[in-house]
């Protein structure tokens, strides 16, 4: 059986502009984004890519017709050859209706509510609804596919099997969460045999979205909400949450049954609609680093109480021991480990595509497993990786390095010559950009499309971020560590390993000066375990640095600069690599410098 998971709409950035003021600091307040598609042939990913990764746009909205196009070329296959194509968003004329109640009871004056019923009537009719996808699919493709085999999937179901088929399709427990879905914002629940039951009484509306709201907070404290909460999850770093955190003793209230609610709704018509509120809570903003750390930290705190306050709903709803956190609040790292911590679960899994960027994933998985099979076989268990994008060979290589060869210089080097010469190199205080196979998935560069360098320099944070990144100074970079040294650099709790980097965890004492590049200040790192498995050579490469400097870390952090989607072609590579302070290039098997002015 052969599914495409597919998601994006034409029109969504224009008529979220027009209709909702989504322009400037607020373009990603709408529906479609991390827009992407993904093909599942008999159980098996065999292909999954981000549209903004092709067209070069960040966090694009747009109809992927890249993304399809390309996994289809990937699979050999054409568009008659698709059996269900998946959609992950169900905007049934029975949910629009739904949605619509929902504002007609909600309290605002009657004229805006008015302009919001006709804006969202429009936005069903000409965009999100089922036929309105269906032209839209056609249109962009030059295909037009059978309604029969076109499944929409509810979005928090999509992410909810997104994570299913990542923990290896193990009966689970989850909790998904993010700003909203169709109706909602965030669901407790249990898949068992590939089968979701969502404990209604438990449901959050998008009034009360948590996620919703530490946008809110991040567009309150200067940055783009909807894409720029991981600031603010690192300026919390930078200070404790204020006691009484107003947040958690005014703002938010909990209910039984893992419910909450705000002492202010959030208004769906007015970004700024709580800003008086936080100015009365923190006093006048003020663009220092310690206000916006002040109000991160006030923040992140409410969002643990939230999140550990659902999880204990949810303990006392299943005998199941495994949990799933899976929608956009899931990459708050630094929420996830005490989270699970403090939680009964055995285990607590957060996956690669937790965001938007996973639903095309999870809506093709769970057309697969609702499609009726006659075989009597069981389901096979997947294999897991988050490298499922397009990957370039040696000839594709040499032409681009052909294309660049007056601004280039380079060498081809075997596997082992170059993770030797690449290893010598990072002893120094050298930056590395690190390209290898397929293209990797979701939002963090996992080891194909990375940036490298030696987190021993205390400085080298700092370098980063000014000369290579061009970003805040305060933001902290990831450390990559064998999984099998990991519980001795960090304490890891009970957790094992840490593929994805969704989940934070202290420094052991005894390595804050080895790793000082990859600590943050409050003595935590967002670490990613790896294997010879998963990523042999870049294994072999930080065993290699090992040895030569009894460093047992590298630093890694995405292969792009701020602003722009993680490179994909070895082209955008080396225009990431020219336009920014990194010293080397190492493509496939080619190392790579900068060509030296002319004699």
């Not at 309105?132 to 928090?156: E, Y």
């Not at 809110?216 to 200070?239: C, H, Q, W």
């Amino acid at each position: 059986m052969i599914v495409l998971g597919c998601n994006g709409f034409t029109r969504v950035s224009e008529f979220f502009a027009e209709n909702f003021g989504a322009v400037g600091i607020d373009k990603h307040y709408l529906l479609g984004h991390d827009a992407g598609a993904a093909l599942l042939i008999d159980g098996e990913l065999v292909a999954a890519v981000e549209e903004e990764r092709l067209n070069r746009e960040k966090k694009t909205t747009d109809f992927p017709v890249e993304s399809v196009r390309w996994c289809l070329d990937q699979a050999g296959l054409q568009f008659s050859d698709v059996d269900v194509i998946a959609i992950p968003w169900n905007w049934s004329t029975q949910v629009m209706d739904e949605v619509l109640s929902d504002v007609t009871s909600a309290p605002m004056p009657p004229a805006v509510k008015q302009g919001l019923v006709d804006a969202l009537s429009r936005l069903h009719a000409e965009i999100v609804g089922p036929e309105a996808i269906l032209a839209d699919f056609a249109a962009r493709t030059g295909f037009t596919p059978d309604p029969a085999k076109v499944v929409f999937v509810p979005h928090h179901f999509a992410h909810a099997m997104t994570g299913y088929y990542m923990a290896g399709m193990r009966d689970s427990a989850f909790l998904i969460s993010d700003g909203r879905a169709e109706r909602f914002s965030a669901v407790l629940g249990e898949i068992r045999d590939g089968r979701i039951r969502v404990f209604d009484e438990s449901t959050i509306g998008a009034e009360y979205s948590i996620g919703i709201l530490f946008s809110a907070i991040t567009r309150f404290l200067g940055f783009v909400p909807n894409n720029d909460e991981y600031k603010v999850m690192g300026l919390s770093g930078y200070a404790g949450p204020p006691s009484p955190n107003p947040f958690v003793e005014e703002f938010v209230e909990l209910h039984a049954d893992g419910r909450y609610t705000f002492a202010q709704p959030l208004a769906t018509d007015d970004p700024h609609s709580l800003d008086a509120l936080f100015e009365r809570y923190f006093g006048p903003f003020r663009d220092t680093l310690e206000y916006k750390a002040r109000v991160a930290a006030a923040a992140q705190e409410m969002l643990n109480v939230v999140t550990a306050h659902q999880i204990r709903a949810l303990e006392a709803k299943t005998d199941l021991n495994h949990l799933l956190f899976e929608g956009g609040v899931a990459l708050n790292c630094l929420n996830n480990t005490p989270l699970f911590e403090g939680s009964r679960f055995d285990d607590m899994d957060v996956s690669f595509g937790a965001s938007d960027t996973g639903i095309v994933i999870g809506a093709a998985v769970h057309a697969w497993i609702d499609h009726p099979d006659t075989s009597g076989k069981p389901k096979p268990t997947p294999r897991v990786t988050p490298y499922l994008g397009p990957e370039y060979d040696d000839s594709a290589i040499a032409q681009a390095l052909r294309e660049f060869g007056d601004r280039v210089e380079w060498s081809r080097r075997e596997d082992d010559e170059l993770v030797d010469l690449v290893a010598k190199l990072l002893t120094a205080k050298t930056v590395i950009g690190w390209y290898e196979g397929r293209l990797e998935h979701g939002p963090r560069a996992l080891g194909h499309r990375s940036i490298l360098a030696n987190p021993n320099f205390p400085d080298i944070k700092d370098v980063i971020n000014t000369r290579v990144k061009h970003r805040e100074p305060f933001r902290p970079f990831a450390p990559l560590v064998l999984e099998s040294d990991a519980p001795k650099i960090f304490d890891m709790g009970r957790k094992t390993r840490s593929p994805y980097m969704t989940f934070v965890f202290p420094v052991r004492p005894e390595f804050h000066e080895v790793i000082p590049g990859a600590t943050h200040v409050d003595g935590t790192s967002r670490v990613q375990t790896i294997t010879e498995e998963d990523t042999p050579r870049l294994a072999a490469l930080l065993r290699r640095f090992t040895v030569l400097t009894d460093v047992p870390c590298l630093i890694n952090t995405s292969f792009n600069v701020a602003g722009e989607p993680i490179v994909c072609t070895p082209a955008d590579a080396l225009r990431c690599f020219l336009g920014t302070e990194i010293d080397y290039l190492v493509l496939g098997n080619h190392l790579v410098a900068k060509a030296g002015p002319a004699a």
